[in-house]
């Protein structure tokens, strides 16, 4: 069963930097496209950025030159380095394991970020 816990969320201001991480177990890690979410009350979760097993990185618009998605294979953990934080990156922050673009495994707990302004 996949389990996913995220970590390292909290409140922070504009400007400011964060680094969450999500630990995965229950899957076969090194070989999975593994994502970082982000949720906002009243919309739909996005895509932040995503990783594949070979390390190539996509990143959604807002986050580019600001996030850094990472992985360590070793501890079965992905990484999301955040700096330059607006306001607008405020939510429940998830990651998940991704097949064909969809989000495939049962979701996490989440970690709350706040920016203030």
């Known amino acids: 069963q996949v389990q996913l816990v995220e970590s390292g969320g909290g409140l922070v201001q504009a400007g400011g930097s964060l680094r969450l991480s999500c630990a995965a177990s229950?899957?076969?890690?090194?070989?999975?496209?593994m994502a970082w979410y982000r949720q906002v009350p009243g919309k739909q979760r996005e895509v932040v950025a995503s990783i594949t097993s070979g390390g190539n990185t996509m990143y959604g618009d807002s986050v580019k030159g600001r996030f850094a998605i990472s992985r360590d294979n070793a501890k079965n953990a992905v990484y999301l380095q955040m700096n330059s934080l607006k306001p607008e990156d405020t939510g429940v922050y998830y990651c998940n394991t991704i097949v064909l673009n969809r989000p495939v495994s049962k979701w996490g707990q989440g970690t709350q970020v706040t920016v203030s302004s």
């Open positions: 229950g899957i076969i890690f090194s070989s999975r496209v």
